[in-house]
């Protein structure tokens, strides 16, 4: 079974800041790794994703993600927010079998950015 | 042309009553989720269907009953509502096997408030 952990449920960054979201992984076999962020009353939206090949990922607004397989970690950072950043991050993994590819989410971090 | 449209947008309703979700995506995806997001942010995965097919059905009560009348649309029909089930119920949809290129696509969710 897979399981993710986001180590922090908060995190407060001042703005202009920059700021990182860590995310641990646990799984038996290869893994596909996510990141999402959800704004206030809206669904979920896909930052970044890593499939293979350079474990260093970049997404949309700014943010990018290490893959780090002997740490089993893909930690979120931007190195500077901005107020519209402020919305909780959810790290997700799926074995990426092919029926249903189940993706199974951390608990979220909430990202508040302070003027 | 929402991509994953789900109605309604809120839902308060009593205990003990029946109450039905709708989800319709037109992104030609062949595969559809619901979740669960609890008052905590905590996201589960409730169900699948792949082409009309059930193929998650993560321990849910009997009370929860999905429904996939073709590949572009998702129900999720709720029996004898009780006061655990006030959530967020998100759809998504995603393309079996090469879905993760492109991770999940997720409605708005539905609010669902049991009094």
């Known amino acids: 079974a897979q399981s993710v952990t986001q180590l922090d449920s908060q995190v407060p960054v001042f703005e202009e800041a920059p700021v990182e979201l860590r995310c641990n992984y646990s799984?038996?076999?290869?893994?596909?790794l996510f990141w999402y962020v959800q704004y206030p009353n809206q669904g979920l939206q896909l930052l970044l994703k890593?499939?293979?090949?350079?474990?260093l990922v970049k997404g949309i607004n700014g943010f990018e993600a290490e893959f780090n397989k002997s740490q089993t970690s893909f930690h979120l950072r931007k190195p500077s927010v901005h107020i519209s950043d402020t919305a909780e991050y959810f790290c997700?993994?799926?074995?990426?079998?092919?029926?249903?590819?189940?993706?199974?989410f951390g608990g979220g971090t909430r990202v508040l950015v302070k003027p | 042309d929402t991509a994953v449209s789900q109605t309604p947008k809120y839902l308060v309703t009593q205990m003990g009553n029946d109450k039905s979700i709708k989800c319709e995506q037109n992104?030609?995806?062949?595969?559809m989720y619901w979740y669960k997001q609890d008052s905590k942010k905590f996201l589960k995965i409730m169900f699948s269907?792949?082409?009309?097919?059930?193929?998650i059905n993560e321990t849910v009560p009997n009370r929860f009953s999905p429904k996939s009348p073709d590949k572009a649309h998702l129900n999720l029909h709720i029996n004898s509502l009780e006061l655990g089930d006030s959530a967020v119920y998100f759809c998504?949809?995603?393309?079996?096997?090469?879905?993760?290129?492109?991770?999940?696509?997720f409605g708005s969710g539905t609010r669902l408030t049991v009094v």
């Open positions: 998504a949809s995603s393309l079996a096997g090469t879905g993760l290129h492109y991770g999940y696509t």
């Open positions: 799984s038996s076999v290869s893994v596909y």
């Open positions: 890593y499939l293979s090949g350079s474990t």
């Open positions: 997700a993994v799926s074995d990426g079998k092919a029926a249903g590819n189940k993706l199974t």
């Open positions: 992104l030609g995806h062949d595969t």
């Open positions: 269907y792949n082409n009309k097919e059930l193929i």
